[in-house]
């Protein structure tokens, strides 16, 4: 047997030994990293569909109840306007009896608030504990316009009403990353047919 062949059979040195192992590890770090940051990446558009979905919905509940402000018989249509919150009269049920609604931003606790009022005796009375409509709010604002569409502040001018909502996204499991996913805004314009008749 000659040299060669014998050094051919003695195996790897240990040299070569650590290289091979720092190599492999180096590969399995990159791999973990990579499969790490897909996770991430996975999780975040998850949190931000879900955010999404949130925002849509609660936009759409908002707008079915303004969009029936006014549904006669009632004195008052718009009670009170604000910046964070409207209230406003209908008769949504169809009992001849108005009912009092109040749709409230709370930036205190991030939740937007579903009051209601039923007609007793001539006078509005709780119809319970107020309704959660959503949280992890950042903000809601609340635009009011007249038949020209120009900005107004006066309840008797009021045809249109414009929500803006901002909301945060909500952690998926134990994972939040608001950098990666960011707030989501979405707006939306209800024309409220009852308070545009007769204007």
């Not at 790490?36 to 849509?56: F, G, H, N, P, W």
């Not at 205190?108 to 009375?125: A, D, H, P, R, Y």
């Not at 909301?167 to 990666?180: A, E, F, I």
Request: proline share 5%; aromatic share 10%.
């Amino acid at each position: 047997m000659s040299r060669k062949t014998a050094a051919r059979l003695k195996g790897f040195t240990l040299i070569e030994m650590l290289v091979g192992l720092i190599v492999f590890a180096i590969l399995i770090g990159a791999m973990s990293f990579v499969f790490i940051y897909s996770l991430k990446m996975a999780s975040a558009s998850q949190v931000r569909v879900r955010t999404q979905e949130d925002l849509r919905a609660t936009l759409d509940y908002m707008s079915r109840f303004i969009r029936r402000a006014g549904i006669k018989p009632v004195e008052t249509p718009i009670e009170t306007i604000g910046e964070n919150s409207i209230t406003f009269q209908s008769d949504i049920d169809g009992d001849s009896f108005p009912e009092r609604f109040k749709i409230t931003f709370d930036p205190n606790t991030s939740t937007i608030m579903l009051e209601k009022w039923t007609m007793t005796g001539g006078n509005f009375v709780s119809a319970g504990e107020p309704e959660i409509v959503m949280d992890g709010v950042q903000s809601l604002i609340f635009e009011y316009y007249s038949t020209s569409n120009m900005v107004t502040q006066n309840p008797d001018e009021i045809t249109s009403i414009g929500i803006r909502l901002t909301l945060y996204p909500k952690p998926s499991g134990s994972y939040r990353d608001d950098n990666m996913v960011g707030q989501l805004t979405g707006s939306t314009l209800v024309f409220c047919p009852n308070l545009a008749l007769g204007k």
